[in-house]
């Protein structure tokens, strides 16, 4: 778009390859590609308010920089001349397009209009030929269906146009557009292709084979996916257009018509009013049928997740597709050509790794890695480590180059998982990655608000195939749990770590700052930036990190693999070109955030004078330094910051002194603004800021609540706070604060935490078991069946319940159709229903543990999450975690398998269960003391904060009138309509309001009193036919919402009320 916002080229269609070529103020030029026909479009705006001359030349200078022979240009002349329209005279003097037409001339143009076609540009003022389509002579054959469409809405009719004859090459196809069918179908024939050569998959033994076969592998579901792929429809969807909106629009076109064709005054006034009522009617209605549609489609969107498609159009979350443009080189001049603009950019994003500027100790680091061997063989990966790390993949994600997708991954994994399975097992067999799965697809994003013309302002995004993102994976797991289980994960990394996150980050730096400034120390915190942190970080420390903690070798192997001979292809136009991807952790790889953790890690090992503490998240650090007076700080932040310094260069990387910020903390008069510390990084000087931005949190917690507040009740921008938080239900946003951070006390932090008048003790919830505590491997996943009880073996039911407040669970156990065991036990009273069915199938396991080796045992339960929690990979519950235990120890010695039973339909062991379960509640004392989970905090908060809600509500002078209709808060809605909320809040048109903020002198009504939403309730002669028609107690204001009836009789009080007063 041309900076004047007055000159626009769309391209609809995503198989027109973009070259921007200039942006100027009224001008705008870009080359369309398609294969190997391109087209290079100048759009223009010709301002009638300046000169024609100067507009004629900025034309001409953008003309000057362009070099193809095929350029159409098109735009708004604003002029009038015989070579594209009738010789009408009009207001536009005939000579005023003299420039332009010595333009067209000079250069040999062909014009494309047809002089004898409607005008472009009509209004009921006049109509004009003002809009000109242009090409040089090469493009003017392919011209075909030059057409002025008439409009309804628009002063400048459309003008569409075909360019005929271009050569291009057939659109790609895509593999993403795969129904659910057709996915299970491709499934399925991959499943037949693994059972025709699994022993040859499994037989891979060296590197060379497993690309073989990768590539067989990959091939074979290509050419399954492209017989598969749904057709597409280019055609622009519009689901809220109907055949009302298509007859009103040839209603309203054809009394324009007949408005414009009239001539005689007092006949075309008429019919001008008769044309405007049905444009008027027609806008009416696609907004109306618009707005519906956008709103139902944003119900069905956020009715699950509200932070869907409308939260991340509203916060500009979905970033826009990049057009290239030339962008400038080392040299200073701007590229012209996709390639030289797509290595110019890659160069910078993906700098290489020189080996010939390596140090001494870094040379020596190069050459461990490349030698290193131990004899730590880790064990193959499992079928449960693939489901856990397959359930973490999102869905929809955009795939790499081989057109795999996620959900086509997950379904042959579901019908075949040995397939999957081998091929991962060869890769750590033969410790290679395969080559296909190192080349990444690269896309450029420009980032918002940033000159594209500067290299720095693109943010590369690497797509890579789903199978080599699943063995990154895999890979991570394994390595999470081997770094934490020798305790090398920092406490100082926040990032990418389990119970870690961005709220404890901010209490530890919190609590460290609050720890100094008791101590009547000065404290500055100093937030340091690593350029391209992740793109840039030395590959051989990561390998050296895996040799310190003792990395079992095909793991290393396999890693060091990954690392070598990547690339990342750039596809444009049918072209597509490669580069080496040699530095930095891979570019949209699951593994990225840990290699990047384990090498940012060693900075806790930096020497750092006393008083200065360092804690990061991700690649964002802060150096907190405490001192006695401003130049100890001084002193010690330059000590610390060489240090760090020395650390980076170690590790080939490097701080960005423009984001580099000094923040002096002046609470106390300590340190102030005016002279802050004077700290350098490489010899210049940091920045001191008042504040900054910390992983999205600022100092301040700003009054947020008002706005959305009054947009949701509509009511009046003058009613209170207070008033609008009682009739929405919603806390106050301090009080949410408290419940969030007490939430995050108890339940991250495990301490005690105390809120009002109530303590809640962390000891008393249940905690969250890491699962990289165990080693991947013994992960296990126990499926289920909806097998019916056949009444053989040994099977054994288990249910819990909850009445009157008490909580029971029991197991019911049957021998070849006979009861021989039956058990129930009640719970403490804070148990869920869920812990009470964990508890009765508990029992059930052990019963099973207790008995000799019969015969096999089946065990039915009601309880489809338990189930599910059993059978999934990953879990945090200990109890579920210590289910899956029991469960892998009975099956090494007997035949066990878990089984749903739908519950009250009449399954007699299942009916017996819930007697039994339901006896157990009326038990007088406890049986078995569980903690509580942890979502019974919300409850339990919420009630103590009601309650401080309350209190403030009684005490709080505002919103009276509300307070008089709803004494008692509660998370309940009270919204109405815009006229009902001026009777709830006292603020609409009433002489009392208005008196209150001096639209009128006085707040009398019509019968001589004051004139209050309570008056007119109660004893005004003008309301009272009205107020007859009410129930409710006029002594108990709240009665008047118990009966719905009631509103529309308010309704039409509040508005005979507000004809009364004066329109102001």
């Keep these: 778009m041309a900076r004047s916002g007055k000159a626009l080229v769309s391209i609809r269609n995503p198989l027109i390859n973009l070259l921007i070529r200039h942006e100027g103020e009224h001008v705008i030029a870009l080359d369309a590609m398609v294969g190997s026909d391109s087209i290079t479009v100048v759009c223009f705006y010709f301002p009638p308010s300046l000169p024609q001359a100067h507009m004629v030349r900025e034309l001409q200078g953008v003309l000057d920089l362009l070099s193809s022979p095929n350029v159409i240009i098109a735009g708004d002349a604003n002029v009038r001349s015989s070579l594209w329209g009738p010789d009408i005279s009009d207001h536009r003097p005939l000579d005023e397009g003299g420039p332009l037409v010595d333009l067209i001339l000079a250069r040999r143009l062909h014009v494309w209009n047809d002089p004898s076609s409607p005008p472009t540009f009509e209004t009921e003022r006049g109509r004009s030929w003002i809009d000109v389509t242009l090409s040089t002579p090469l493009l003017s054959p392919r011209k075909a269906d030059w057409v002025v469409h008439p409009t309804t809405l628009s002063d400048h009719n459309p003008i569409t146009f075909i360019v005929a004859g271009g050569s291009g090459v057939p659109p790609p196809v895509s593999l993403g557009r795969l129904s659910p069918r057709r996915i299970l179908k491709i499934a399925r024939e991959v499943a037949l292709f693994y059972q025709q050569f699994a022993h040859e998959i499994e037989g891979i033994s060296t590197k060379g084979q497993l690309d073989l076969w990768v590539d067989k592998i ?450 106390g008069g300590r340190l102030t603004m005016t002279d802050p510390p004077r700290v350098s990084l490489n010899g210049q000087q940091i920045q001191a800021h008042k504040g900054f931005r910390y992983l999205g949190v600022r100092s301040t917690l700003n009054s947020i609540q008002r706005r959305p507040l009054l947009q949701i009740t509509g009511a009046y921008r003058t009613v209170s706070t207070v008033a609008l938080q009682v009739l929405v239900g919603v806390l106050p946003l301090d009080l949410k604060a408290l419940e969030a951070l007490a939430k995050f006390r108890v339940k991250v932090l495990r301490s005690d935490t105390t809120v009002g008048d109530r303590t809640f003790y962390s000891s008393q919830y249940l905690s969250r078991v890491n699962v990289f505590e165990s080693h991947p491997s013994t992960w296990t996943v126990h499926p289920f069946s909806l097998t019916v009880p056949l009444g053989s073996d040994i099977e054994i039911f288990t249910d819990g319940s909850k009445m009157n407040g008490h909580v029971g669970c029991s197991v019911i156990v049957y021998y070849h159709g006979q009861l021989i065991h039956s058990e129930g036990h009640r719970l403490n009273d804070e148990a869920s229903v869920y812990q009470a069915e964990l508890s009765g199938f508990t029992l059930a396991l052990r019963f099973v543990q207790s008995i000799l080796h019969w015969d096999s045992v089946r065990v039915y339960t009601d309880s489809l999450s338990l189930l599910t929690a059993l059978a999934a990979a990953h879990t945090t519950d200990p109890a579920i975690w210590q289910l899956k235990e029991t469960l892998r120890a009975i099956k090494q010695n007997r035949v066990i398998s878990l089984h749903w039973v739908k519950a009250h339909e009449g399954t007699e062991g299942n009916e017996m269960a819930d007697i039994v379960a339901k006896q157990a509640t009326t038990k007088a004392s406890t049986d078995l003391v569980l903690l509580r989970p942890f979502h019974h905090i919300n409850s339990e908060l919420k009630d103590e904060l009601v309650r401080q809600w309350q209190d403030r509500w009684i005490l709080t002078l505002n919103g009276r009138t509300t307070a008089e209709f709803f004494p008692q808060v509660s998370l309940h809605p009270h919204l109405y309509n815009r006229r009902i909320m001026q009777i709830l809040t006292g603020h609409g048109r009433f002489p009392s309001y208005f008196r209150r903020f001096s639209i009128m002198d006085h707040d009398q009504c019509e019968c001589g009193q004051r004139g209050d939403v309570f008056h007119y309730l109660s004893n005004c002669p003008r309301t009272g036919d009205l107020r007859s028609q009410l129930v409710f107690d006029p002594l108990y204001p709240p009665s008047l919402f118990e009966h719905t009836a009631n509103l529309p009789i308010l309704d039409l009080l509040v508005l005979r009320v507000g004809g009364l007063l004066p329109n102001v």
């Design 218 to 667: 990959t091939d074979f579901i290509q050419s399954l996916s492209v017989l598969n792929v749904l057709p597409t429809d280019s055609r622009l969807r519009v689901p809220w257009w109907d055949s009302s909106l298509d007859i009103q629009r040839k209603k309203t076109r054809a009394l324009r018509a007949r408005f414009l064709r009239c001539h005689h005054p007092q006949e075309r006034l008429r019919r001008r009013i008769i044309f405007k009522k049905a444009a008027a009617q027609y806008k009416f209605m696609i907004k109306t049928k618009s707005r519906n549609c956008f709103n139902q489609l944003c119900y069905q969107l956020t009715r699950n997740n509200p932070f869907d498609l409308p939260y991340k159009l509203a916060a500009r979350k979905i970033p826009a597709r990049t057009v290239l443009r030339g962008v400038k080189a080392d040299d200073g001049t701007i590229t012209t050509s996709v390639p030289a603009t797509v290595r110019t950019i890659v160069q910078t994003l993906f700098p290489r790794d020189d080996a010939s500027l390596d140090t001494p100790t870094q040379k020596a680091i190069r050459c461990y890695v490349r030698h290193y061997e131990n004899c730590i063989i880790d064990p193959p990966f499992t079928t449960a480590e693939i489901q856990g790390a397959l359930h973490a993949f999102r869905p929809k994600k955009t795939p790499g180059l081989d057109g795999i997708t996620v959900e086509l991954v997950k379904c042959i994994f579901h019908c075949c998982p040995a397939i999957i399975l081998s091929i991962m097992n060869a890769c750590l067999r033969v410790r290679g990655f395969p080559t296909r799965w190192k080349i990444s697809k690269l896309l450029l994003l420009g980032k918002p608000g940033r000159d594209l013309t500067l290299l720095n302002s693109y943010r590369p995004i690497c797509l890579l195939t789903v199978l080599s993102k699943l063995l990154d994976k895999l890979i991570t797991y394994r390595l999470t749990h081997l770094f934490y289980s020798k305790g090398l994960l920092h406490e100082r990394q926040h990032g990418f770590r389990i119970g870690k996150s961005c709220e404890t980050a901010n209490n530890n730096l919190w609590e460290e700052i609050q720890s100094a400034l008791r101590c009547k120390g000065k404290v500055s915190l100093i937030s340091l930036d690593v350029q391209g942190a992740f793109d840039t970080v030395w590959q051989p420390s990561i390998l050296h990190r895996l040799i310190a903690a003792q990395c079992p070798i095909n793991i290393f192997e396999l890693v060091r693999d990954y690392f070598q001979d990547r690339t990342v292809q750039f596809h444009f136009n049918g072209d597509s070109w490669s580069y080496p991807d040699n530095r930095g952790v891979p570019q949209g790889s699951c593994s990225g955030p840990f290699y990047w953790n384990i090498v940012l890690d060693t900075i806790f090992t930096v020497d750092l004078p006393a008083g200065c503490s360092i804690q990061a998240f991700a690649d964002d650090l802060i150096l907190l330094v405490k001192g006695v007076s401003k130049r100890d700080i001084e002193i010690k932040s330059g000590v610390a910051l060489d240090r760090l310094v020395q650390w980076a260069h170690k590790h080939k990387l490097h701080f960005n002194l423009e984001k580099t910020i000094l923040l002096p903390i002046t609470f």
